[in-house]
């Protein structure tokens, strides 16, 4: 049985909380359990120096955990060392597969993820709730003229996936992932493909079959957080 | 008139939440109009190489301001940097005032002091708040009987009075502070003692007059926010 | 067709030099057509901090492109840069995937693959490489009787697999690599399993479709490198 | 009785030497007892970027202490370490209060205050040597036509007052700073205004009559190292 | 007798092979016994900023140690520390006193030096090396227009002489150099004079007498390197 | 002629000073015309790492400039950049070439050269000044019977000797070292054997008969310096 009752195809409850940044663009407080990141959304008029005059945007990510939001204490400053900026990485990458950057111009969006509490699944979390966040940062800038329409090609959301005692479970939290031997970040586009498929063997290796099965849990769990990120943003 | 239609004297609203952080020995979350600190307190059986070997305690801080808590996106890892160091030392020197680092016996109380939101006089509102997540912390490690009785000496709490255009007003708010001829932060234990006067010309030098006029201000400003502290602190 | 009108199930000429750093405990030098990486296996006999006193071991990894690998110099120090920073992990993970950890005693083996000359597929190449340093350092541990039998679960091989022009292709170099619209790498353990799978959407997402025919075309590529392994390892 | 047989109100012997410095724009060499500070004004064409185009120059300073100033070794680079930089922002902000900024035009002043050597106060003996120096530049600038006249406010000088066992003293020793229960640093400007109280408890906290105290002594304190200034200042 | 059983006078045997990086502008392979060093030539159409717009060129360094080149693995990014900092210098001020800047023109080289296995001698032989870089990458330039004829001054190199156990012995191995009284590195240029002399007291102080011996030998060691460049260098 | 009209064989006026620094176990202040070194000796009981358990003592140095020793302001921290790491390194082995360390015992003393004014030959005035602070230590291990008898092998001392206009000269100031064509570091034991012999071709490569006539010159000028080491150190 799962530490929280729930069913291997379960995933724990999600709340989206959008605008809760006062200053910035778009922001977004996603809680999945006890997981809980702050992500904002800031419109920042310069570019990489790899874009500079070619008329094109970018969406660029960071990702860090608060000092106090795990069991152990974190040193703060780790958006610099390994885990964390390879999760800022994929989190960037993510949500520029949903971005039309010809069409948002020259300027760069940037995501922060603010991990306020960690329970597992911070980085799916992440991408779930930064959609929200870039999603509104949009909107804004078409509202002030800046750009004509929203350079959005769909929704992008992401789930987690392991195998625990030889199971298949959907959505891990701490005391599960820690113990996990396979470990699936899945990242989907609203139109059913995918961005991107991480399985890790971190206790033992996998098979093929394991990971087909892995794929359909996946694609089930992030089905349902398309359809709340919809129920979030149409209501004001 | 004050921007928020405020009087001179008159605070904005302060509001203390306990318990936020799961993990953490000790946690509020401070709002002081739309300011907004998340602080926590670690229990860290370790103590800095200095007091080694010297059955003494300490307490130390961090504080830091999350990338789009303020109007323009700020880089992180500014913990190093000299403002943030500065309140970090601040903060960790008050709270040691209300401490006996003795009883504490030999570890560490790490606070750590996040803003979430910034508008103005956040270095107060994070001791103000850090105080509560300290007792909570000192009454965790009673109940857990590591120590005998808590090692506090009174409440410890801040605000910030400032002079714009000629009047003294107590916690200035982001807007006033930009324009502040004067700059006064005060730290006070709630047995009326002064833990630390930073007065500081930005714009204009003042009198030794205006500087009594501040401290009469500022005095009354934390009579409140013991009375809200130990509100807070009472209720389970 | 392919810039070096190979086909698209086709492979670069791969060649492993085992034995060519006369210092380290094991070495090769593996090219796959113009990619060359120096792989150097460390033997060390200290352990991570939070290895300390467990008796277990562990294999690590860093990856560093030569400032002139490439067609435009690149800074040194690049190691602990996000991109070379995530290959170093993504390596150590693959390598402890196939080493039996406790069996190893608390002593760990560092992997050193240095990019001598890029053409795309560095990281596949090291990780392929870095098996036969790691293999003949763990060969060298047990003739002199540090421990008893090879501490190894099976041999470790990584591919790329890429999908360019709508076409999928084994074996990226550079010129596909900076257009494929998919960039896959597969990393596995000559029993059939998987250690990793990483699919990543680059200019386009893809389909699960897309990611099964991949995945075959991947596996038929890491088959044909085990074999090259098991011929250089058994010659002396 | 003091360390040194002053009586509480007597400062130690201070004595200002002008123009040590060969390629300096100002220069001096502040003594207080043992404490020696070098100070060195540099003239520098630049301002920071949120001045550029303003029309407005700065004055900034850092402060460092050589190797072997105190009885300890002190590591090198401690300028970036927070008592340096917090010693380095006052230095900086207590010039630039009677400095006309508009009028030094867009350009800066940088201030280093090394310290030789150190015994106590050497913060508050950087300041007033520190404004001998910025006099001396400022000379400079006018006499060689880049201003028309000298964009000074006023003088400004800095005293230590604290209390040890629970006596008020003025310019505390180092034998004296490391006990003291209170340690204030005030700085003036010449026409009798405040220009900073840093007031704080170290060992316990202050009433306010203790503070009231406190300013009477700077006060008197100050007031004679504005006659030294002058005289120094007169003389070629 | 020398660990290899060569005569004092004896170099260890040297092996040149050009153009060994394919995307570099020129670039050596060069062994000298168990050295190995890989020197690559980089043209950048960059110049430091002190020469900016001088209309004047530069030649710059760099040199490391690949982390197994050695018995005991190195730490990367050593290139900063002091040693290779030191070396770095050295190669980058020898290969300027055979370049006429002014004809290179606004543009520098990047000469890249990374040591692939040490045993002893690296400097010198990444100087005697990188000449052959330097050369090959000035013929490209003005085979490509860019300028009229080579901005050469004659050759570069570079010998080891080391008095060990009382004797006088020409390019020391790793062996050699650890119990050397003392080392001198010599670089010449191809008409005889000189261009650095470093002679160090290791373990004893010299007379100026072994001084002149030392330089005898060199000057012999140095005339066959220069035989060896000429001759690599007249071969496509 | 010289810019200060000296002889091409003089040196300029040199004066020590000793125990300088109060707190310092051993110091000199040392001019060599407008150029000053402040020299302090410290006795550290710890060793590095390197010489743990060995009962063998090691001499370290740091050499850096103060911002306004020169005629641009320096940036601060330069102790880490390659020239003055790499002058740190001459001063500590010229040192340590006059000590029996194995007499010293397991202790080292660290030699800090801060120049308060820059007008060439820092780096020997450093060295030359740096044996009297390293005496007056020595001295005091002895005295307070910490070891039996000074650890020292003769006096060190050092001095610059350039080629400039085709002349050689003594002692280079920094007007004439910009110019120079060839710049020598020669540093002296004082029973006449050579510790270090740094001869670099600036702007043009030298002769090796131009070499013997610098070693002639700096000879005879290091022997006035070894006289007036003498002198100082005999005047308590």
């Known amino acids: 049985m799962r530490p929280d009752h729930r069913s291997n195809e379960e995933m724990r409850p999600v709340h989206i909380e959008r605008g809760v940044a006062k200053y910035a663009e778009g922001s977004a407080l996603i809680s999945l359990g006890d997981t809980r990141v702050l992500c904002t959304a ?3 008029e310069h570019v990489p120096p790899f874009l500079k005059d070619s008329g094109t945007g970018w969406v660029t990510a960071e990702y860090a955990m608060l000092p106090r939001s795990a069991g152990e204490r974190i ?8 885990r964390a ?4 990485r994929l989190i ?5 597969a949903v971005v039309d950057l010809e069409l948002l111009g020259e300027r760069q969006i940037i995501i922060d993820c603010d991990v306020l509490q960690a329970d597992g699944s911070t ?10 966040a870039l999603k509104d940062a949009m909107s804004r800038l078409v509202r002030s003229g800046v750009i004509g329409r929203e350079p959005l090609l769909g929704q992008c959301a992401a789930v987690s ?16 992932d820690v113990v996990a031997d396979v470990d699936m970040n899945l990242v989907m586009r609203s139109d059913g493909m995918f961005i991107e498929v991480q399985c890790t ?13 892995m794929l ?21």
């Open 42 to 44: 800031t419109v920042d």
């Open 75 to 82: 040193q703060r400053d780790s958006v610099k060392k390994g």
């Open 85 to 88: 900026l390879e999760i800022s």
């Open 92 to 96: 960037g990458r993510s949500l520029r």
């Open 123 to 132: 980085r799916t979390a992440a991408i779930t709730g930064s959609y929200v």
């Open 161 to 176: 996936v392991g195998v625990v005692q030889g199971e298949i479970r959907l959505d891990l939290c701490y005391e599960e």
């Open 201 to 213: 063997a971190e206790g033992d290796a996998f098979s093929r079959e394991m990971l087909q099965r």
């Open 216 to 236: 359909d849990l996946g694609e089930k769990g992030i089905a349902k957080l398309f359809d709340i990120q919809r129920s979030v943003l149409t209501h004001e």
